[in-house]
């Protein structure tokens, strides 16, 4: 079935870019997203881009799409200390009735960014 | 406006005891989720309703049954609580089951301890 990876970890010092990379496997997915998750809360949408895009940029946000390679990242620029949370990357599928449900979701990439 | 509304933030159940967990959304959305979290195995989805009236099952769904009470509210209940069962439980909605752009707006989330 469709899957969606994401490296675990990542740590980085603050003022520094982070980069945070997902694949997915769905070639049909319309939409790739990411949600952060602060300690204690649930996600929250961060941004999301059209498959048609190659790139959306939004404040200190870049997310970067590569169809060919279904390679999808998030850069975070000047990263600050407020930036540490977990991080998912998120699929639409096709298969609305299936048990996946509409979105498939990575496991989580958590952002530790050290003063 | 409060989103998603949760309840209770924290359970600890016995093994056997049942409990409800409450979800409601004032977002007039259409579909509603369940998921849990588990360290290392990211979101998983236990039940969803695409509209009021209906419910599937996700990708997890033993052990659990759910109603969607009314567009408002979807609640979760665990019959017979067992020790797998404890994990951190989320509660999602989302303006259009089906859309292939459906941002879900997440609750903070139950954190349920069964021993």
């Known amino acids: 079935g469709e899957d969606v990876e994401q490296s675990l970890f990542l740590s980085v010092r603050e003022g520094d870019s982070s980069v945070i990379n997902c694949t997915y496997t769905d070639s049909s997915s319309t939409y790739l997203y990411w949600y952060k998750q602060e300690p204690g809360a649930g996600l929250q949408l961060l941004t999301y881009i059209f498959s048609n895009m190659d790139m959306k940029q939004d404040q200190r946000l870049t997310v970067l799409l590569n169809k060919k390679d279904k390679h999808l990242s998030l850069r975070i620029a000047d990263t600050q200390t407020g930036d540490s949370a977990i991080y998912f990357c998120?699929?639409?599928?096709?298969?609305?009735?299936?048990?996946?449900?509409?979105?498939?979701f990575g496991k989580g990439t958590k952002l530790s960014v050290k003063p | 406006n409060a989103g998603v509304t949760q309840t209770p933030k924290f359970q600890v159940l016995k093994t056997g005891q049942s409990m409800t967990l409450q979800c409601a959304q004032d977002m007039n959305h259409n579909s509603m989720y369940w998921y849990r979290q588990d360290p290392g195995m990211g979101l998983r989805l236990i039940y969803y309703s695409a509209s009021e009236g209906t419910t599937d099952k996700g990708e997890v769904p033993n052990g659990y049954n759910v109603s969607r009470l009314n567009k408002r509210e979807f609640s979760l209940r665990l019959e017979s609580a067992a020790p797998s069962q404890t994990s951190v439980y989320f509660c999602a909605s989302g303006l259009l089951r089906g859309s292939t752009n459906e941002k879900l707006f997440f609750g903070s989330g139950t954190q349920l301890s069964v021993l």
């Open positions: 998120a699929e639409s599928i096709r298969n609305y009735g299936g048990s996946q449900g509409n979105l498939i």
